[in-house]
């Protein structure tokens, strides 16, 4: 997809907007001499007794001559000490003097509360979206890994899930398969009748979270007395492969187990093949072909795939 002038125009606006909000342009930050960079040095040198300048430079990026400048006036002020490296004398060492570490803890209690303060007078809704926003933003842009033990997990529905399914089966579904809105209008049908007709006993619905950030969901809904039926299986794709289908596909086939069903079924098409591996894993077995149909304006093939429980 082509980057659009659009798209420049909103990082622009929200690069301009936040360095407001978080102070980046004025004279000091968090109320001291030292510029953001200059924090960013000495937190960084906060992390360990001794540091390599060459070490400290690529991490952060930075021209050599600006941070040696930097460091020398570090040292002029008392916060670093500077000598050459035991193992390698073409190297040199930093560290923060213990007035270096009194000033790094006096930056990072400051930083802590002016933080504390923006985050305690948002609502706790407004709060929410705007740290999954920023967990979002560190995950496309930088290199925190993602699905790791214990990293995801799967949670009932919260008020905005049911919202956030349908747009997100929506959006995903005329991206990668071409469907028109008559499949979004299908699946807010489901979501309204799991609502108006829910029975909790034999009913569920999950959403699979990590870092408070949404990454997929599966409906298990009643077809008849004896038959559950999964249903709206998605998993954001840049969540595919760790996993997480088949953690809700589980979690769906062991709660109707526990409903007292003895068989569950799904309905699928032959495009979904990534999905068709996670059925399989789970014991599901493609029972039923059906002929080509015109359905949300394409050429769908039907497929029923069932579990016995």
Known sequence: MEVTEGDVGTVRAFNRFYTGVIGVLGEGHVRTPYSLTEARVIFE????????????????????????????????DGLVARERSPGDARRQVARLTPHGREVFAMLDERSVTEIRGLLDGLPAGDRRRLLAAM???????????????????????????????????????????????TYEALVAKVVADYVHDHDPERENAWIAESGGVRLGGVFCVRRDDDVAQLRLL?????????????????ECVRFAAGAGYTEMMLWTTALQRPAHRVYERAGFVLEEEEPPAERFGDVVHGQVWRKKL
């Open 45 to 76: 040198l906060a992390q360990r007794d001794d540091t390599e300048v060459l070490d400290l430079r690529r991490d952060l990026g930075l021209d050599a001559g600006y941070l040696s400048r930097m460091l020398t006036r570090f040292e002029a």
């Open 135 to 181: 967990r979002t933003i560190h995950d496309v842009l930088g290199d925190r890994p993602r699905g790791r033990d214990g990293d995801v997990v799967l949670r009932p529905l919260r008020p905005g899930d049911l919202g956030w399914v349908v747009e997100r089966n929506g959006a995903l579904y005329d991206v990668e398969c071409g469907w028109d809105r």
């Open 234 to 250: 998605h998993v954001e794709p840049e969540a595919r492969g760790l996993g997480v289908g088949g953690a809700l596909v589980g």
